[in-house]
């Protein structure tokens, strides 16, 4: 119980200083006014990129003021260092609006800055700033050719429009292309989005799947049947495609049909077919039907002729008409040091929004990233590059990528994803395309929210990482076999952390599928993970923690509450996995073992465990080891009797009562100092629930 205490009248003139400091505190960096000691050059949709950019409005003459375009901005600064060669920093303010890139604005070294004098883009006094990768449609009129309108139902036909892109000098509209699990990371082609949404490409059935009935030819025959009439209705055309999760609930892929024959209601594809082949009952749907523009939302583009044909949810206003995706990127920042974007919205893109190759300290902070065709940031190579307090959702392909570090030095690239809030990140492939994939060596993900999401949130490879302090959940909602973290297929990707991470209400919508969720998924053999500190609520269908016949994974300090398993060890390597983990396998472990010469230095320092791994039986799951975890309504432990004294375990308590959380009802999981946990578990810490999750608003629309 708290006392009450009194204190004394703050003075007057002291009023001022605290409200400075209130001003300092809460008012975002990148709206703050810079410094003398830099350049300044200022941007807006309304300036002129022969003018100076030395002011941020139009002189009195309409003479001079702000440039027009980021590139200008650029050149403008390469010409002010050429004149004047002063280590001093650089600030690009950019006014209030809508900036259209016709290609990406692309940064190399000598756009730079250091440590100490920083190159920073920034929008101006918090203005909403739109870096827009493609090109607003505002010609649509209804459907006027005849032939069109008698492929459309009843109601689409007074509700579809129509645009001319080729009117607009629109000609590229790229293509739909195979993609998907184990396939490269590919540009969309052209897209439609409408009031900041994508918007659908006519498709059948308009949600859910369709089912496959038989498949002639078998597995590899590249044909499937179905049972419905409705493809019978389509007119015959080379481009509609299907996608589908065609063996297995965790590999999609995309598919151009051949054909389609409605007597024998058969589909063809092109090749290379559905990944792992095409088997019966298993889901897909058919996209890029013009008959199908059946349903407010969907649209379908004739690349032949460029007409593009919306059915739009909700009348078109002139103030915000459709947007068409046109440019693959929009920043690209190539062996650059210590240049920031901040304050502004990335969008519309065909492919990534942002790509970091190489050097150090550059970030994306405090922006949103939306609407796009592949991620949001790419990182690569380098130090010190990072994405900080963004906003990213509706991507095609995950959110951020972070790859960097020596792994043959095991020395850090020290990149970093902190405090972002990614929602709704794969609208294209449904399958390992995380919201942030991590590898390399020594590289941080933190204080981030992740949630909506069909497959794993988390996905990594390599070394020495750092995982903490995110939310996460409903994620894994549209696949089987998955981990919201997921890492596998390595003796040698060890030293990993992963704590103080809140994962709930975790359940893949295939859980009517054989193999359901996990939450943290150490797959097929992955070794050397610390498991501390974490919270798991209401989280994996299958269970919580899957140590996939991996070895020297350490569990400690964990709270289960309400999962159907806290642990699942199983012995894979010693049983139906036998074959791919010896060596010549297809998991290649061995291998990579010697890939890395894991018993010298620095491998074998770094990791002692691993030096001498193959002076016992690698493929069993020897070396894990679970203490001091509290299990609530949660069956802590499964594992095969006949391995279970390889594992080490001690001072785990279950219960099924509550322990004394402060607010269970809440989901405030912090332990009260009275509760029993601490007298049942010595050396129990109570984990920091204060400092989950990203600490800002995330802004979604402007």
């Known amino acids: 119980m708290q006392t009450k205490t009194t204190h004394p009248p703050i003075p007057v003139n002291l009023f001022a200083f605290f409200a400075f400091l209130l001003l300092f505190f809460l008012?975002?960096?990148?709206?703050?006014?810079?410094?003398?000691?830099?350049?300044?050059?200022?941007?807006?949709?309304?300036?002129?990129?022969?003018?100076?950019?030395?002011?941020?409005?139009?002189?009195?003459?309409?003479?001079?003021?702000?440039?027009?375009?980021?590139?200008?901005?650029?050149?403008?600064?390469?010409?002010?260092?050429?004149?004047?060669?002063?280590?001093?920093?650089?600030?690009?303010?950019?006014?209030?609006?809508?900036?259209?890139?016709?290609?990406?604005?692309?940064?190399?070294?000598?756009?730079?800055?250091?440590?100490?004098?920083?190159?920073?883009y920034t929008a101006y006094k918090c203005e909403p700033v739109h870096l827009i990768a493609g090109r607003e449609v505002p010609n649509f009129e209804p459907v006027s050719n005849p032939e069109v309108l008698n492929r459309?139902?009843?109601?689409?036909?007074?509700?579809?429009?129509?645009?001319?892109?080729?009117?607009?000098?629109?000609?590229?509209?790229?293509?739909?292309?195979?993609?998907?699990?184990?396939?490269?990371?590919l540009p969309a082609g052209l897209e439609l989005f409408f009031n900041n949404q994508p918007m659908t490409i006519a498709r059948w059935p308009n949600t859910g799947w369709a089912m496959i009935d038989k498949t002639p030819g078998g597995p590899k025959g590249g044909r499937f049947t179905y049972t419905e009439n409705r493809p019978s209705t389509w007119a015959a055309s080379e481009d509609i495609w299907v996608h589908?999760?065609?063996?297995?609930?965790?590999?999609?892929?995309?598919?151009?049909?051949?054909?389609?024959?409605?007597?024998?209601?058969?589909?063809?594809?092109?090749?290379?077919?559905?990944?792992?082949?095409?088997?019966?009952?298993?889901?897909?749907?058919?996209?890029?039907?013009?008959?199908?523009?059946?349903?407010?939302?969907?649209?379908?583009?004739?690349?032949?002729?460029?007409?593009?044909?919306?059915?739009?949810?909700?009348?078109?206003?002139?103030?915000?008409?459709?947007?068409?995706?046109?440019?693959?990127?929009?920043?690209?920042?190539?062996?650059?040091?210590?240049?920031?974007?901040r304050g502004m919205t990335f969008e519309y893109t065909r492919g990534t929004a942002v790509r970091i190759n190489g050097d150090t300290g550059n970030t994306i902070e405090n922006c949103t990233l939306r609407n796009l065709g592949n991620r949001a940031v790419q990182i690569g190579g380098g130090t010190k590059n990072g994405v900080r307090s963004c906003t990213i959702y509706n991507t095609g392909d995950g959110g951020i990528a972070l790859s960097?570090?020596?792994?043959?030095?095991?020395?850090?690239?020290?990149?970093?994803?902190?405090?972002?809030?990614?929602?709704?990140?794969?609208?294209?492939?449904?399958?390992?395309?995380?919201?942030?994939?991590?590898?390399?060596?020594?590289?941080?993900?933190?204080?981030?929210?992740?949630?909506?999401?069909?497959?794993?949130?988390?996905?990594?490879?390599?070394?020495?990482?750092?995982?903490?302090?995110?939310?996460?959940?409903?994620?894994?909602?549209?696949s089987d076999d998955v981990g919201a973290f997921y890492a596998g297929r390595s003796w040698v990707s060890r030293g990993t952390v992963i704590q103080y991470n809140y994962f709930h209400h975790i359940h893949s919508a295939a859980d009517r599928y054989r193999h359901g969720s996990r939450v943290v998924y150490l797959d097929d053999a992955a070794s050397g993970f610390t498991i501390r500190g974490n919270i798991f609520y209401k989280?994996?269908?299958?269970?919580?923690?899957?140590?996939?016949?991996?070895?020297?994974?350490?569990?400690?300090?964990n709270i289960f509450i309400d999962c159907k398993k806290g642990v699942l060890i199983d012995t894979r390597g010693v049983g139906w996995a036998k074959g791919h983990i010896a060596k010549g396998g297809g998991w290649k472990m061995y291998e990579k073992l010697e890939k890395v010469k894991f018993n010298q230095p620095p491998y074998s320092i770094r990791y002692p465990k691993l030096a001498t791994i193959l002076e016992e039986t690698p493929a069993e799951p020897r070396g894990n080891a679970l203490n001091r975890n509290l299990a609530v309504r949660t069956q802590l432990l499964s594992m095969p009797k006949s391995h279970q004294h390889l594992l080490a375990h001690r001072d785990n308590w279950s219960t099924d009562t509550d322990p004394g959380f402060t607010d269970a009802a809440k989901e405030n999981f912090q332990l009260k100092e009275t509760s029993e946990v601490f007298q049942q578990i010595p050396n129990f810490q109570n984990i920091p629930t204060q400092k989950i999750g990203p600490n800002f608003q995330s802004k979604e629309t402007d």
């Open 27 to 120: 008012v975002p960096a990148h709206c703050l006014a810079s410094p003398n000691e830099v350049i300044r050059v200022h941007v807006s949709p309304e300036g002129n990129d022969a003018w100076s950019g030395s002011t941020a409005e139009t002189n009195a003459a309409g003479t001079d003021g702000p440039l027009r375009t980021l590139s200008a901005a650029r050149d403008r600064i390469r010409q002010i260092r050429a004149e004047s060669p002063v280590d001093t920093g650089v600030i690009v303010y950019l006014r209030g609006g809508k900036y259209f890139l016709n290609q990406p604005l692309t940064l190399t070294k000598e756009d730079g800055g250091t440590e100490k004098a920083p190159v920073v």
């Open 152 to 185: 459309l139902g009843q109601e689409a036909r007074k509700s579809v429009l129509q645009a001319d892109l080729k009117a607009l000098g629109i000609t590229d509209f790229g293509k739909l292309t195979t993609r998907g699990f184990g396939r490269p990371v």
């Open 244 to 341: 589908g999760f065609w063996t297995h609930d965790w590999a999609d892929s995309y598919e151009r049909v051949k054909s389609i024959n409605p007597a024998t209601k058969t589909i063809e594809t092109h090749p290379p077919h559905g990944v792992y082949g095409y088997l019966p009952k298993h889901r897909y749907y058919i996209l890029n039907v013009l008959e199908e523009l059946d349903r407010p939302g969907e649209w379908y583009l004739d690349r032949s002729s460029g007409m593009l044909y919306f059915w739009p949810p909700e009348p078109i206003k002139k103030s915000a008409p459709p947007v068409v995706s046109l440019v693959e990127n929009i920043l690209s920042l190539k062996d650059c040091s210590w240049v920031s974007f």
């Open 404 to 478: 960097g570090g020596n792994t043959s030095t095991l020395e850090p690239a020290g990149h970093f994803a902190e405090n972002n809030h990614i929602h709704h990140y794969n609208r294209w492939c449904l399958t390992y395309r995380p919201a942030i994939g991590i590898s390399g060596v020594g590289n941080r993900i933190s204080r981030n929210r992740i949630h909506d999401g069909p497959h794993n949130a988390i996905q990594l490879g390599g070394n020495d990482h750092l995982i903490e302090y995110n939310e996460i959940y409903n994620v894994c909602t549209e």
């Open 539 to 557: 989280a994996g269908s299958l269970c919580a923690i899957n140590i996939g016949g991996g070895r020297d994974n350490l569990v400690e300090n």
